[in-house]
T-cell receptor, first 113, second 115 residues
Framework: DGGITQSPKYLFRKEGQNVTLSCEQNLNHDAMYWYRQDPGQGLRLIYYSQIVNDFQKGDIAEGYSVSREKKESFPLTVTSAQKNPTAFYLC???FGGGNTEAFFGQGTRLTVV | GESVGLHLPTLSVQEGDNSIINCAYSNSASDYFIWYKQESGKGPQFIIDIRSNMDKRQGQRVTVLLNKTVKHLSLQIAATQPGDSAVYFCAENQDGEGGYQKVTFGTGTKLQVIP
């Protein structure tokens, strides 16, 4: 079945540590996105990528980094520079070029302990 | 645009009634809009979309209306059911850096269906 997969579903991290969230899609989508969602709030764009080896900062990129070495994969690293990393992280993908719906993964809930 | 720190507005509707969820978008150049439904602890799911050259589109039990003059989008759900309880987001395709497009979400509305 085609889809977009995020792992792990739950992640715990100690303060000061970097952590990487995985996002893989087999939908042959060109564009991939990372969003952050805080409790009771909407989605905020962290980074997005339209093609391999290229990506752009979203609205809240500080403290995060990404890579796009393969079309299918768009991992997000939450660095120790992110002051308030506890949140629900959502990855999405679409065909890009505008005018296409984005498909979402089931999310990763990151908790800093 | 989205306001950080504000909690989601809630719409309470009696089962069987119609629901109307509203959204104001920010970019008059946006040409594609989508409504998503998000259940607790899950990723958003596509409901219906509309292009800027249309002002109305209907799906199964849902209708989206677009008013470009006032940059307003609405989602109407007919005969609301308990399974419709969720958070609803509108999204727009905007031009981002380097000429690429990005998908930007509104704040969202929590729909609570009363049995």
């Amino acid at each position: 079945d085609g889809g977009i997969t995020q792992s792990p579903k739950y992640l715990f991290r100690k303060e000061g540590q970097n952590v990487t969230l995985s996002c893989e899609q087999n939908l042959n989508h060109d564009a991939m996105y990372w969003y952050r969602q805080d409790p009771g709030q909407g989605l905020r764009l962290i980074y997005y990528s339209q093609i391999v080896n290229d990506f752009q900062k979203g609205d809240i990129a500080e403290g995060y980094s990404v890579s796009r070495e393969k079309k299918e994969s768009f991992p997000l690293t939450v660095t120790s520079a992110q002051k308030n990393p506890t949140a629900f992280y959502l990855c999405a993908s679409n065909f890009g070029g505008g005018n296409t719906e984005a498909f979402f993964g089931q999310g990763t809930r990151l908790t800093v302990v | 645009g989205e306001s950080v720190g504000l909690h989601l507005p809630t719409l309470s509707v009696q089962e069987g009634d119609n629901s109307i969820i509203n959204c104001a978008y920010s970019n008059s150049a946006s040409d594609y809009f989508i409504w998503y439904k998000q259940e607790s602890g899950k990723g958003p799911q596509f409901i219906i979309d509309i292009r800027s050259n249309m002002d109305k589109r209907q799906g199964q039990r849902v209708t989206v209306l677009l008013n470009k003059t006032v940059k307003h989008l609405s989602l109407q759900i007919a005969a609301t059911q308990p399974g419709d309880s969720a958070v609803y987001f509108c999204a727009e395709n905007q031009d981002g850096e380097g000429g690429y497009q990005k998908v930007t979400f509104g704040t969202g509305t929590k729909l609570q269906v009363i049995p």
